[in-house]
């Protein structure tokens, strides 16, 4: 460890992306700043991802590498045991489908040792197919306060980027253009059972302790896949979706405006019901019907009471 810097965990967290791993560790082996570990984990892969992790269990930047028998069933799960195993101050999510420049740690271990209160830093993003081609930058989904004012970084109060921001968006959409404090990461939280909002829920607890540092420019490139958590294009990972997102709208209660949290549990509800057939979604919860009661308030008001606690 370099005792005038700070030492980085790199966490790759990998599930069936062997066509990816060997550009991703690449990406990660290229950094000018080299003060880091990297804890290699694949979640039960199929498609042969587990023998090209161990090619690298002779590296000397390779600390961990750790196969599961049995899929966990969500990504966040990986990213604790990863965190567990991890010597760093800091900690790097490197998602395994996705690449960095190399100046990313370099500029994001510049920041926090700029401000030694900083909890969490992100950076903007290019989007990437399956190819590799860009397919467009993330500046329309990666939001921070007085974003259009700052060149280089900014910092502000993570509360402020919570009521803010992430009441209403994922503003920081890619686990892989972030780095954030060990000591600060919530080992006992939800969203360990989520399969596609945990990294926001882990977003606003890492920010209630401090601040949060932007830098724009765009260091990560985050690849879009069919498989990736942000697409949801079933009906059951759009309810998962929601419900997930009601969670993490409830758990900011005590620390956000009270009408924007009751605003955002009505959008959230009426997204439910938009995409449940009316009759579908009665008889899914069993709900009887009312002389005189529309069926639509008979289930909003039952979803106003139990998804909205």
């Known amino acids: 460890m370099n005792k005038e810097g700070l030492f980085v965990s790199v966490i790759v967290p990998n599930y069936n992306h062997s066509e990816f791993l060997e550009s991703r560790l690449d990406s990660i082996f290229r950094q000018t700043y080299q003060d880091y570990e990297i804890i290699l984990l694949d979640d039960a892969s199929t498609d042969g991802s587990s023998q090209l992790l161990l090619e690298y269990s002779d590296h000397s930047k390779v600390s961990h590498i750790v196969i599961n028998e049995h899929n966990s069933g969500s990504a966040f799960k990986q990213w604790k045991k990863g965190v567990e195993k991890a010597r760093g101050q800091l900690i790097w999510i490197a998602e395994s489908d996705d690449l960095a420049v190399p100046e990313f740690l370099l500029n994001h271990v510049k920041l926090h040792l700029a401000h030694p209160g900083l909890a969490l830093s992100y950076s903007d993003s290019e989007i990437i197919g399956e190819d590799g081609v860009i397919l467009y930058n993330s500046s329309n989904q990666t939001d921070f306060p007085g974003k259009d004012k700052i060149e280089d970084s900014g910092v502000c109060k993570g509360i402020s980027l919570i009521c803010e921001k992430l009441i209403y968006l994922n503003v920081i959409p890619n686990a892989s253009s972030v780095v954030f404090r060990k000591d600060l990461f919530p080992l006992n939280s939800q969203a360990f059972t989520m399969r596609h909002a945990g990294d926001w829920l882990i977003w606003t607890l890492i920010l209630r302790n401090g601040m949060v540092g932007f830098i724009n420019k765009k260091l990560n490139f985050f690849r879009r896949t069919q498989s990736s958590t942000r697409v949801h294009n079933t009906l059951k990972k759009k309810r998962r979706r929601i419900t997930e997102e009601l969670i993490i709208i409830n758990s900011l209660k005590s620390i956000c405006d009270n009408g924007a949290i009751k605003s ?46």
């Open 264 to 309: 955002r549990q009505k959008e959230c509800i009426d997204r439910w019901v938009k995409i449940h057939p009316l009759k579908n979604s009665m008889d899914l919860f069993m709900l009887p019907s009312a002389a005189g009661v529309s069926t639509y308030d008979i289930l909003r008001q039952f979803l106003k009471k139990h998804l909205s606690k």
